[in-house]
């Protein structure tokens, strides 16, 4: 798969200044949801441990709302285990270690000396002993977590997918693991794992005994009380597809020492409430949602109404509430014992976002694991709009009209799914007849006819609205990696081997290569501004104001050699390259560097809508900022002046913004630019050609230390210079 380097080109409306000194990105209010992986409770106060980044979030409302908690977690991918001692709260990861926190998540500090092994798959106590399970075995800590000791004698499988902590009916507490091996005895001709299974430790961990071996792959272990004041033990496992003990749920009625099948299907997490009557309820999260049982797993109910997503990862308990973490939609409650589920993510942002739509005053974003969700009020909101999608990982999106005054909206994932709304997301329908073998790589709407640029099968059209597919390569000498766009009549797809860009005049039915002018035929994308076709290739952006007849280069003030993923409309265009942003006011002709920052979360996808710019994150939701406080163009008001002239910067001095204002008198082509005090050119503020008319423009300092610099104008033959001083 060609490696695509995030660039991002949004067409937007450039709006007069108004000063604004504290400028920036603001995260919206979502998407909020994501991959919940754990849980942990200390008193009221509830932690959910994420997946991908997001970190660890906390609410002291039962989940009414959430914040993240994450300073000093560092290297973090996966938050998977969480326990408590005391008031100590530990969260294991996948990849950074143990983290501890004895201030509610306040703050975190790295816990790992004699941890070799930073990868943690579970944790659990007994007392103050800290116990974690990891590809190298089950670590202990006597001293919350200062310092780590392998406790492994006789764990035959150092692969401990899962700690649970039992009585060992005198007062004190044994520790089982559970293990992944799969190594097959060939003697035993049903399954045979010998290595692997259930491990059983008396003392702390200074010495395990297999106990069973004929289970493996654990997804999760719980302890149980069993209703007559003993203790049973619950296991999910995965195992593989020729062991008949694999992917299911197990119970021991004696410390592990042998085990039932209950149920099948993988269980991730277990949690229960008391019956009144002396028993308990007892819950399995499932890949296939959350079920019920009330006789100690014998007989099993499905309990997912109002639970959106079925993929269940972490259940916990608190004051009878119970909180289900799915991997796509966020935090669900149930407060009537799995009756029913309500969603509770207010604040959980840290939903991918990989694509934004816009159609009119609604924003979509479409989502790794969340599907598609809308904004219908510039980011305050957000509401997930996924009755019909069947699937979560949105990465493309295509707005538009029906031709009879509707809108048409596409949504696909990175495989063979597409999906068609004709209500703004409130209902889909799979539109997937014929669409086969392929990875979506762009989606295009013109009225009922939609179109698939594939990843190696070229075209693949639709003319009834998504009913049925065929291909349409007819004069289409590439078919890989196809960016598909729309301009008027015509239809025009780029082509990633060397073939160029393509031009249909009827629908697709039939293509013509449309490449003079351009230097490099390797596309990447394709996007249109009215009537204008911009191409982006290794040799830069290039533009054809003649439905492809001949192209000319569009990088004057851009890198030569950027790679570019577009969204646009109208003539202004605004450019993400890496960390660096510019704005073209004339289709692309000349590029002048902005200085606007970035969200806190890498950037994915951009869109403009109304007077704001939307930036999709990774793991950050939807994040927002003022189209105005970001650049200003003003144009020619009144009488045009006679004489170019610079004025004074203001406020002078300043800190970190001002407003420099100019005049020309004519069309010129114009360089305005800071220096420091040795000559230095630290910024350019503008590098391109400009109508006659009076002008006022936002430098921000970006970080640049007090003192004072120097801002030069050049236009045309005019040149003059003004001091400014940053004062912070």
């Excluded at 990447?524 to 191409?535: D, E, K, P, Q």
Aim: aromatic fraction near 10%; charged fraction near 10%.
């Amino acid at each position: 798969m060609k490696q695509i380097i995030r660039f991002l080109i949004v067409l937007f409306n450039l709006f007069v200044f108004t000063n604004c000194s504290n400028a920036q990105w603001v995260q919206t209010n979502g998407p909020c949801g994501g991959n919940v992986k754990c849980f942990a409770v200390i008193g009221t106060n509830l932690f959910a441990g994420t997946g991908e980044g997001g970190g660890i979030f906390l609410s002291t409302n039962k989940g009414s709302s959430w914040t993240a908690v994450n300073s000093g977690l560092t290297n973090i991918y996966d938050v998977i285990a969480l326990t408590v001692i005391g008031t100590n709260l530990f969260a294991g990861t996948g990849g950074g270690g143990v983290f501890l926190s004895t201030n509610n998540g306040g703050i975190w500090t790295a816990v790992n000396s004699g941890l070799t092994e930073t990868s943690i798959h579970a944790l659990t106590a007994i007392g103050t002993n800290l116990f974690a399970g990891t590809d190298g075995g089950v670590y202990l800590s006597t001293n919350n977590g200062k310092s780590w000791t392998p406790v492994n004698s006789g764990l035959t499988d150092i692969n401990v997918k899962a700690l649970a902590v039992i009585s060992d009916g005198t007062g004190g507490a044994n520790l089982i693991a559970g293990t992944a091996a799969d190594h097959s005895d060939p003697l035993d001709g049903i399954c045979g794992y010998t290595i692997g299974g259930v491990f059983l430790s008396t003392n702390n961990g200074a010495s395990w005994t297999h106990i069973y071996h004929d289970m493996f792959g654990f997804t999760s272990l719980a302890a149980i009380p069993n209703g007559t004041g003993g203790t049973n033990l619950i296991a999910g496992t995965s195992g593989t597809s020729n062991c008949i003990y694999s992917g299911n749920i197990f119970l021991s009625t004696n410390n592990g020492k042998s085990w039932k099948m209950v149920k099948t299907g993988i269980a991730n997490a277990f949690a229960f409430t008391p019956n009144g009557i002396g028993g308990i309820n007892l819950f399995a999260g499932t890949s296939n949602g959350i079920f019920l049982s009330t006789d100690n797993g014998t007989t099993w109910t499905a309990v997912n109404t109002g639970l959106v997503s079925l993929g269940v990862a972490a259940l916990v308990v608190s004051d009878m509430n119970i909180f289900a973490g799915t991997q796509n939609e966020g935090v669900f409650l149930s407060a009537n014992n799995g009756n029913s589920w309500t969603a509770v993510n207010t604040g959980l942002k840290y939903v991918s976002v990989n694509v934004l739509a816009v159609n009119n005053t609604n924003l979509f974003a479409g989502t790794e694991y969340g599907g598609v969700f809308l904004s219908t009020n510039n980011g305050s909101s957000w509401a997930s709009v996924n009755v019909g999608l069947t699937s979560p990982y949105i990465r493309t999106l295509a707005v538009g009209s029906n031709g009879a005054g509707g809108t048409n909206l596409l949504a696909g994932d990175d495989l063979n799914h597409v999906f068609h709304s004709t209500n703004n997301g409130d209902s889909w329908t799979t539109v997937n007849t014929g669409v086969t073998d392929i990875y979506i790589n762009s989606l295009a709407v013109s009225d009922s006819n939609f179109y698939i640029g594939t990843d190696h099968r070229g075209i693949l059209i639709s003319t009834n609205n998504g009913n049925s597919w065929i291909l349409a390569n007819n004069g289409l000498t590439d078919t890989n990696y196809i960016s598909v766009a729309v301009c008027g009549a015509d239809i025009f797809a780029g082509t990633y081997y060397q073939g160029g860009v393509f031009r249909s005049t009827n629908h697709g039915g039939s293509w013509a290569a449309v490449n003079s002018g351009l230097t490099n035929k390797e596309i990447h994308s394709l996007f249109v501004s009215g009537t204008n076709i911009f191409a982006n290739t290794p040799d830069g952006v290039f533009l054809s104001t003649n439905k492809g007849a001949s192209w000319t280069s569009a990088i004057n003030g851009l890198p030569s050699n950027a790679d570019a993923v577009f969204i646009t409309s109208d003539k202004n265009l605004f450019a993400r390259i890496n960390n660096s942003f510019f704005v073209s006011t004339n289709n692309g002709n000349n590029w002048s560097s902005v200085n606007i920052g970035s969200p806190n979360d890498p950037i994915y996808a951009l869109a403009a809508s109304g007077t704001n710019l939307f930036a999709g994150t990774f793991n950050g939701g939807v994040w927002r900022r003022m189209l105005s406080d970001i650049v200003s163009v003003e144009e020619p008001q009144g009488s045009l002046p006679h004489s170019y002239s610079l004025q004074q910067n203001y406020p002078n001095p300043f800190n970190p913004s001002t407003n420099i204002s100019f005049n020309l008198p004519k069309r010129s082509f114009v360089s305005l630019k800071v220096f420091d005090l040795i000559g230095r050119d630290v910024t350019t503020i503008i590098f391109e050609e400009l109508s006659a008319g009076n002008y006022s423009r936002q430098w921000n300092t970006n970080g640049l230390p007090s003192g004072v610099y120097f801002y030069r104008l050049q236009a045309g033959k005019y040149v003059d210079t003004k001091k400014l001083l940053i004062l912070k």
